[in-house]
């Protein structure tokens, strides 16, 4: 790992090698800090930019040539579980350096039965994705990513490689970006950390893997991540910024789906009988993503302390819940019971459920959505979701001894009213909180306001807004 400005304003990590039987991508990773290093040497780099990055995540499946680790897990489909030590690893140390943009470098086969059929293999030097689930926010918006890829594949061009968007062609022949899924690196960081997160994926040169084909892809690759970096370094101010705050009530889409909206992709194949290479506009292509269920972000999400696989994995993604030990009442409603409007109605979208009575939260973990991650929280707890931790039902035997819902969205702590900080807090029936007080640079702990600062606006449900007296 070279790490050259820990300090620095600008940082960005380019996590190399998850899959083990993608070697170039590896080599691309190397190549890339010996010129970083070279560039920081003879001082044409700005020590204000640092940079991180892993060559090798999977060192046994580099061994061994295997795209999965020593214990069987694919690493980059571990980042929701964090159940291997690699994975554990690469969060703490984005928790730690909390880069500005994490680069994740593979290698995608260019053979695919439902293209041999045709007598096509993809032929793109380097194809690049982008955060995809509708829940995740970051720095970039729509707009900033389009001109990120546009500026890579721009610079792969004027030195004579292909780049395009990641394009996988389905079985049936309808062509989609990448997945939706929430445990990949490119997905699951963006979504966890709000951190902005691109996937380069240089072609694998083949079954012959002569060595002008494995330099191509490796060449290809470097060209593609000093793209990345050089524009990352032009729009420093873009990604200084660092992802928007959550906010209680506002809306997080957990639940998507690709849909054909009329839109194409390119795609450059190549005939290997001719050895001919054209760009394709693949006509069946799923573009747009359709939002199925959202809910409004309650204050907080409690989980019944007896649900400890829920509560483990929350623990090793690092989110910061509380367990509630007395006595403590709350306006809650039941995850997974709120009604949804009828299917086919437009958006297909849910409306948040009705806030229920007073309910004990003793004996509840509570993880205050005033927190990095709280989108994150949304998506994997929420039963609805196909990304989530929890699909459709929860399994039966969680009900337990204890009546209570085991999963709840907290709509009003602390019920009826406290005092707080030296505020009081008026919490009248519905009314929803928003973020009080100041997230902290690290993992954004919600930190009361200072005593005797004034009033305390809250976003208001029904109520109005509350006031201090
Ligand atoms: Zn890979």
Redesign the pocket.
């Known amino acids: 790992m070279v790490d050259s400005s820990p300090d620095a304003a600008l940082r960005l990590f380019v996590l190399g090698g998850?899959?083990g039987d993608?070697p170039w991508?590896r080599e691309a990773v190397a190549r890339w800090i010996d010129h970083a290093r070279r560039a920081i040497g003879d001082g044409t780099a700005s020590r204000a930019v640092g940079l991180a990055a892993i060559v090798d995540t999977n060192p046994d499946g580099s061994f061994h040539g295997t795209?999965k680790n020593a214990g069987g897990v694919d690493l980059?489909r571990d980042h929701r579980a964090l159940s291997t030590p690699e994975t554990v690893a690469i969060h703490r140390f984005v928790r730690r350096y909390q880069p500005h943009l994490v680069v994740d470098v593979?290698?995608?086969p260019a053979r695919r039965r439902q293209l041999l059929r045709r007598d096509w293999t993809i032929d793109t030097d380097v194809q690049f994705g982008v955060p995809t689930h509708p829940a995740i926010r970051t720095a970039l918006g729509g707009s900033e990513w389009e001109d990120l890829t546009r500026s890579i594949a721009e610079s792969l061009s004027e030195v004579g490689y292909s780049g395009a968007p990641y394009t996988l062609v389905r079985r049936s022949g309808r062509a989609r970006p990448s997945t939706l899924e929430t445990h990949d690196a490119r997905n699951a960081l963006a979504l966890r950390y709000g951190i902005p997160t691109l996937l380069l994926?240089g072609r694998d040169p083949g079954r012959t893997r002569t060595p002008e084909a494995t330099e191509r892809t490796t060449r290809a690759q470097l060209a593609s991540l000093q793209a990345a970096t050089a524009w990352a370094i032009r729009h420093r101010e873009l990604l200084e910024r660092g992802p928007p705050l959550p906010t209680a009530g506002e809306t997080v889409p957990f639940d998507a789906r690709w849909v054909e909206d009329g839109s194409s992709a390119p795609v450059l194949v190549r005939h290997p009988s001719s050895g001919r290479s054209e760009w394709l506009t693949w006509p069946r292509f799923a573009g747009a993503v359709r939002i199925r269920e959202e809910v409004a972000l309650p204050r907080a999400y409690a989980v019944r302390s007896d649900l400890r696989p829920v509560i483990d994995l929350l623990e090793r993604q690092e989110l910061s819940g509380e367990l509630v030990r007395s006595t403590r009442f709350a306006l809650a409603e039941e995850v997974g019971n709120a009604p949804t409007d009828p299917p086919g109605s437009p958006g297909d979208r849910m409306v948040a459920g009705p806030v229920s009575s007073p309910i004990d939260l003793s004996g509840y973990v509570v993880y205050s959505t005033c927190q990095r991650g709280a989108r994150a929280l949304a998506v994997w707890l929420e039963t609805g979701s196909r990304h989530g931790l929890l699909r459709g039902p929860l399994p039966e035997g969680t009900a337990g001894s204890d009546p209570r819902p085991a999963l709840l969205r907290v709509r009003v702590w602390d019920y009826p009213p406290v005092s707080w900080g030296g505020n009081t807090l008026r919490t009248p029936g519905g009314m929803t909180f928003g973020c009080v007080g100041s997230l902290s640079r690290s993992e954004g702990v919600l930190a009361p306001p200072p005593a005797g600062s004034g009033p305390i606006e809250l976003r208001s449900g029904t109520g109005g807004p509350a006031a201090a007296p």
């Open positions: 998850q899959h993608e991508g795209r980059n593979h290698n995608y994926e």
